[in-house]
């Protein structure tokens, strides 16, 4: 895909994101790799109203290329392109049941996201808790790699969900499979809920991986 696909591509999934409620104001940043380096959504900026020439673009060092400045939570990306292998596209929300899932004291912080249907095992996979850091703070990026690549997401402690995935399309689908279910298990939460055990997952891994 070229470059400038590539930025169209982002505007155009941005957007539809945002019309749909997956992001506020200037709330949440993507990006997506490149050979020479990534692109990603600038600073302060709307993910509903983007102007492809102006999606900021970085290299492999974290140098700024061209476009608008970069988010200031490019660390949140770095850290899974360079620690988990594969990843082609990155997606950083504030979407409204993952963030409130992150901002519960009882969650599981081993698995915030449990398997309650095969495409959030499928998509998504088990998604850990990373400790509070204020927003911009590049610790969060150091916890992202401790896991070592293991996880293709992340819920940021009362911030919101950062989802990786091998290309654009993957990454967002992902995105918003964890925003659902998400939405299902705040809404079951006072229910006895049937989960996947450990027989299904496995079999949904082998056949789908994740």
Known sequence: MTEARLREDIALL???LFERGFSVGSAGNISAALEDGLLITPTNSCLGFLDPGRISKIDHR???LSGDPPSKEI??????YESRSGTGAVVHLHSTF???LSCLADIDPGDCIPPITPYVVMRVGQVPLVAYVRPGDAKAGAFIRALEGRHA???LANHGPVVAGKDLRSAVYAAEEL?????LTVLLRDAPVRRLDQVQIDDL??????
């Open 205 to 210: 891994k082998r056949v789908f991986g994740n």
């Open 62 to 64: 974290g140098r700024h």
């Open 179 to 183: 925003e659902e279910t998400a939405k």
């Open 98 to 100: 993952a963030t409130a």
């Open 75 to 80: 660390f949140l990306h770095r850290a899974f």
């Open 14 to 16: 941005s957007r539809s």
């Open 153 to 155: 997401a992340v819920l």
